[in-house]
């Protein structure tokens, strides 16, 4: 997936979006229970889905924080340009993105699709399903009981994955172009670290992709990779 392509259809579509139908300079905030049979969007406000809300479009801002409560339904993507994602328990979500914004997704969450980042960490809890991938540029994932039917992907990102997280296909470190010392000067690239504990299981292969970054595996006991292990170090913990 190419993050500028990204940015730049999610700028474009949610900016012509929010011309038509979004606030602008003005929060919104729903009531408990409401349901909304339209899209929510702001620039330069957050936005606040109150608990046992269903919205049957999407939810999507720009320039502020995205907050969706308890047992909320949302029909469509959850999109935020620069400003965190936070969903909390028993949630049902379309694909999530975020480029400039942390995500973090609360337990017993089903999202069916996608989530992606482009400068914010990925943070799944206990009995959060994602049905196709998660994937980063240069933000972390903690994934803590929680089930990915397709793989995980990054750049830059650190991995940890625990109390029996379970990837479903391949865990891929992208190459990287690296910076202007990497270039000039021959430094190394910083070390990547991926770490699996709590009975965690990877049944796809873990693949680096990058022959100049050096990616340490940290395994502990009882947590398994079913595929290869390619261009990794294991250490086991």
């Known amino acids: 997936m190419n993050f500028k392509k990204i940015l730049l259809f999610i700028t474009i579509i949610t900016l012509s979006v929010f011309l038509s139908f979004g606030s602008v300079n003005k929060s919104i905030s729903t009531t408990k229970g409401e349901k909304i049979g339209k899209s929510l969007s702001s620039v330069n406000g957050s936005i606040t889905v109150s608990r046992n809300c269903k919205v049957k479009g999407r939810v999507a801002n720009v320039n502020g924080s995205i907050r969706i409560e308890e047992n ?8 935020n340009v620069n400003g965190s994602i936070k969903i909390y328990e028993g949630c049902n979500t379309g694909n999530i993105s975020s480029v400039n914004g942390s995500i973090k997704v609360g337990k017993k969450t089903n ?23 998660i994937e980063t540029v240069n933000g ?27 990837i479903k296909k391949d865990i891929i470190i992208k190459k990287s ?19 699996l504990k709590g009975k965690s299981v990877v049944e796809g292969d873990i693949i680096n992709k990058d022959d100049d970054r050096p990616v ?22």
């Open 111 to 133: 999202v069916e699709g996608d989530i992606d980042s482009v400068n914010g960490s990925v943070s799944c809890y206990e009995g959060v399903v994602v049905t196709e991938d």
């Open 177 to 195: 172009k690296g910076g202007f010392l990497h270039k000039f000067f021959g430094s190394k690239k910083k070390r990547l670290e991926i770490t």
């Open 216 to 237: 340490i595996l940290y395994l502990e006991k009882g947590s398994v990779i079913k595929g290869k292990v390619i261009n990794v170090k294991i250490e086991k913990i």
């Open 140 to 166: 972390s994932f903690k994934l803590s009981g929680t089930e990915v039917k397709g793989g995980l992907e990054t750049t830059n990102g650190r991995i940890t994955l625990k109390d029996r997280s379970v």
């Open 72 to 79: 909320c339904v949302i029909g469509s993507t959850v999109k």
